[in-house]
Structure formats: C-alpha cells, structure tokens
C-alpha cells in the first residue's frame, strides 16, 4: 500500500476530514447541456465567511481542498481565496472550465504552488464542445488556458463527461491530452438538475454502450482486473463501507451547506450557524452515513458484486434510500462484468428506471 | 563554521494527522511523512533562526538526543527534504512568505 493510500486509510479509520469540495459559487459563464446546478446566486458566502471556514478546515485535519463550482474565476476575490488556502498549507485543486485563464493567471497558479488543474472539454472537435457548453468559442479559450497552465509545466487534466453528444469523441480528445501533457479522465455519470428535472438524464449514453468504455484499455489501465467476474463475497466484504463520503471527506456549498458528498445531498449542517468541527463530529446525518456497512444494504448485501460495487450512496439516497441500491452503479457493474445485480434479478433481470432528486440550494442570509 | 538556515518551500502542502506530519510537493507530487522529531524541525524552519539552533533549542532536550548526534541527523534531513525540493536551505537567512503556517 502507498504512503498516501495509508494515510487516506488511517484518516478514514479516525475519521478525519482529509479532504473537502469546497464550490464557492455556482454562478457560471458556460450553460453546459448536462449540468445540474442552478446558476443563479442565492446569497454566496462572502470573502471573510470562506476565509473562516478554511481556518476551521485547517484546523480540523483537511488536507486536501477542491475549489470548484459553477465557474471559480467569476468570484473577483478567488485569488484571494486561494492565497489564504494557500498560507494555510492545503494541497489545492481547482475545477474550471478555464475560459478565464490567460497567461498572466496560469503564472499567479504556478506561484501560488497550486498542485492540480481540472479543465472541463468535452470533445476535440470545437463545435461539439461550444455546443454542449452553449458558450460559442470556448473550446479556443478553454484550449489556450490549458496550453498556458501546460508552459508553466502545472498539472492539468482534462475531464471529460460521455454522454449522447460526444459519445465518439473520447479517443481523439485523449489523444489530444496526451499531446497536450495533460491527464484524461472520463466520466458517464449524469445526474438531475438542482430543481429536480430529470430530463437531462436523457444525455445518458445507453447502458448497452458502457461495455465498450469499460473494455477500452486506453480508458481503463487496469481493464482485465476491472471487468473481471467479481470475486467470492467475505465477511470483510460485509463489514465494508461504501466510500469516503462522510469519512474522511465531505463538500460544502458555495451557501455554506455541508453534505456528505457532492452526489449526495443529505444537508447536515451549514457552516454559517455551526463550527465546521461541530457539524463534522456530531451532525446525526453524517454519522448515520458512517454507521453503514455492506451487510445493512436492504438490496446489495445479498449482491454477487458486493465486493467490487462502485455503488454510490449518494446516487442512493438520490434514488430513495441510502441503504439502498444505486441503479446506475448496478448497470456499471453489470455491462463491466456481464454479471446480472441483486437489484436486477429482484426485477426480473432487468434494470429498474429510477427517479432522482437533487439537492435544494438554501439561501441562507450572509 | 558557517550557519545552515532552512525555511519551507511555496510549493509544499502540509499537515499533521495522528501526530505525523503529511508534506506533499505540488510540483512532482512527492508525498511523505514527518516522524516527530522532523515535525519540530520542520515547523521552525522560519528561514530566519539557524539550524543549529533550531536543534539545540526543540530537538536535543525535548527528545533526549545527544546534541553531536542531533545536529548529523539533522543536517542528513534537511539536506534529503533539500533535494525533493520539499526545504529551501542557504547559508543566509531566507526570506519566507508571511504568514505562511505550519499546522
């Protein structure tokens, strides 16, 4: 086991928040077609209130911070965000589409020891890309950012999210990260809106169509053990937990809401009425979370993938029940191994349609 | 005998879990682990405050290390974190960006 791997392992096991999702708005200026998030502001916490509750992170373990959103670069004041992040010795990572870095920002991130850029581009060719994210010509801007985050030799990836529109592009854009030094990543999952439309779950590709991402070995490094059948179920299968949700990592809104995830919006407190210390160690939801194993699942307890189930919990709690079964983690399991769920077999080999709800912003007076 | 003086790079993210302190460079990624006696070196390292006495003064009497022993130990560390561009060492006083905290 790696150093790092320990030590994820050692803070989830003493259940210390080593890394937090921190969106600091959700304002955007792309309007990308599979999206959740509302981008009106809701009353965003202020300058001061986000410097407060990154001295409360720091101070409660957190190692790790993702700065996200909606668009980072459109709070004036988020270099000012990331200097105090910065001072406070996080190892920080920002999710961006990059429309707004230019030569001047990509060197400020480099001084400022930013250790990761994920850039969001969802295709090689410019016209998908302008197309899904309805903002004509960031694909050029988007694509001169990487170039100069690359010159100052920072760390970029380009994150990808397949879905029907540009479910042929992925291996050209890979291509094109390769070339740029960036890493690729590629995520299928697609989930409803903030105000609870569920037509965006129509941008899905078709389950049939996962087999041919899982099986890509330039996509999945480790692609035999991946889609491999899952192994026999143990008692220390049973007495595992799902992920880190709520363990050793949790998100908070740009509102100062606190969930156990950024899929999974269970509100347990909200940093604005509450020490981030006091919603962490005591809030009933997230420790309801951390008493959940394996063998509580109502449906995925008696499941032949237990042992291996990316099942998200969130995704869960979205679709009725946190102890319940994630259907789009039993299709991924089920087109990565061709191995029928319990979840399936309990509908007749079939994989159920299933209604999601997402979270509700709070607007919550600053 | 010329003075070391050390102080932590920009590029570096730390903090303490279970009494051992996590460092970590942005810029190649390079994760490790302070025991305690590199933690206390570590969190002076305010590029101002000789190494030799930043030894004398939070390693030898509150670890019970011999004072020679100590100062070659330390030397090999700071020279190792040095490398992996983890300490910024000079034999001049640094100049360290303010209020940069080690926790």
Redesign the interface.
Known sequence: MS??LE?NQ??FE?G?P?SVHLDVTYRCNERCVHCYLDHDDHGEMTTGEIKGVLDQL??A???FLTFSGGEVFLRRDFFELLEHA???????KIKTNAVMIREAEARRLR?????TIQVSVYSHRAEVHDTITKLPGSFERTMHAVRFLRAQ?L?VTIANVLMTWNRHDSDRLQQMARELGAHYTLDPTITPMMNGDTSVLALRIPGEELPEVFHNPALVPNMEEFCAPPKPVTDDDLEGYSCSAGHSFCYISPYGDVYPCVQFPLSSGNVRRQKFADIWNHSPELKEVRSIQAKDLTVCSSCRHVSSCTRCPGLAYMEGGMRGPSTADCEKSYYRTGIPTANMLRNGGKLASMLLVQIQPLAVPA | MSETYIARSTNIAARMLAGEMMVMNSVDSTFFTLNEVATAIWQAADGRTPLREIVNRDICERFDIDPEQAQADAQEFVADLSQHGILLVSDHPLNVPSGTEAR
């Open positions: 150093l790092l030590m050692k803070a003493m210390v080593l720091a101070e373990g957190v190692f910065r001072r406070l010795q996080f190892n920080v001084d400022l020891g930013v250790d030799n760390k």
